[in-house]
């Protein structure tokens, strides 16, 4: 057993120890996987746009304008939906990719007072070139899973089945 994968054990499990009685172990020790995971890619998607001259928060902004491109367009109010930041954190950071020259607003021409965004060709550059080297890296680092049953398509038909649990528990009244 390698030692980062003791290290890792150690500490779920001493973060185990201090859990109410209560509570499922198996349960929560996978929901502080998750956390980590987001951790990790948080920093790995962090490290990459930084080269890019961008934060990684300015890149997830950046995946999910250029994801929604098969829209007409996209409204920075839908924007702070889909990625659960507030209209003034919205403006602030379509303020800096805009001033990058990775970003523009235009006007909803049947709607005055409509704003859509749409990224540059350049920052359609950078965040092709982002999201290519993050894939790289995980296709590489998923490979360490592929000898358990199912492999990589198992992972992904278990991350969706949790995610939508999750999205339609948050979104039930």
Request: proline share 3%.
């Amino acid at each position: 057993m390698s030692v980062k994968v003791v290290r890792k054990a150690y500490d779920v499990t001493r973060e185990l120890e201090g859990i109410p009685a209560n509570i499922e172990p198996n349960s929560f020790a996978i929901t502080l996987y998750l956390v980590r995971m987001g951790v990790l890619i948080g920093q790995l998607m962090d490290r990459i746009a930084r080269r890019f001259d961008i934060s990684g928060a300015d890149s997830r902004l950046m995946s999910a304008i250029s994801a929604s491109r098969s829209a007409s367009s996209l409204r920075p109010s839908e924007l702070g939906v889909r990625l659960g930041l507030s209209r003034a954190t919205i403006t602030y950071r379509m303020d800096r990719l805009i001033t990058k020259g990775l970003a523009e607003r235009s006007t909803d021409e049947s709607d005055g007072r409509a704003l859509h965004i749409h990224l540059t060709s350049r920052g359609q550059e950078v965040i092709d070139a982002i999201m290519t080297e993050i894939n790289l890296i995980c296709i590489e680092r998923l490979g360490s899973i592929d000898h358990l049953p199912g492999g990589r398509e198992a992972m992904k038909e278990f991350l969706d089945t949790l995610v939508d649990v999750w999205e339609e528990a948050e979104w039930r009244p």
